[in-house]
């Protein structure tokens, strides 16, 4: 740090002109990629009109509150997670369990993500 084996008085203006040193950097490098503020992106965009879900099936098996889901690559299981401790892999086609209660936890206080491993 710029301020090591500095006086008291010496470390906080040396401590503010690096500050500044590093604020003109960030400017610049952001200039140079173009960059802008999220705001300003989408303050461009078209609001969304009316957006109207349904349910299309309802998969039971859980009792307690969906924490997470995921999708498989295959686009045909979903693995979720609940605060009942279960993890479960569904058939989104038939909505049948292929596989359920991987694993379960009995601490109520645990929550976890259920997300699908991609390893070769």
């Known amino acids: 740090m710029a301020c090591q084996g500095l006086a008291k008085g010496e470390t906080i203006h040396t401590l503010k002109v690096e500050s500044e040193s590093l604020k003109a950097k960030l400017e610049e490098e952001r ?15 078209e609001a969304l009109g009316q957006f109207v879900m349904k349910t299309r099936r309802t998969l039971k098996g859980h009792g307690n509150k969906v924490l997470c889901m995921d999708w498989c690559r295959d686009k045909r299981r979903i693995v979720s997670s609940s605060q009942d401790g279960k993890v479960i892999v569904w058939d989104a086609y038939t909505t049948n369990k292929v596989i359920f209660s991987i694993c379960v ?8 993500c259920s997300a699908w491993s991609y390893s070769k």
């Open 105 to 112: 936890i009995h601490y109520s206080r645990v929550m976890f």
């Open 31 to 45: 200039a140079k990629l173009h960059d802008v503020e999220l705001h300003q992106v989408a303050e461009k965009i």
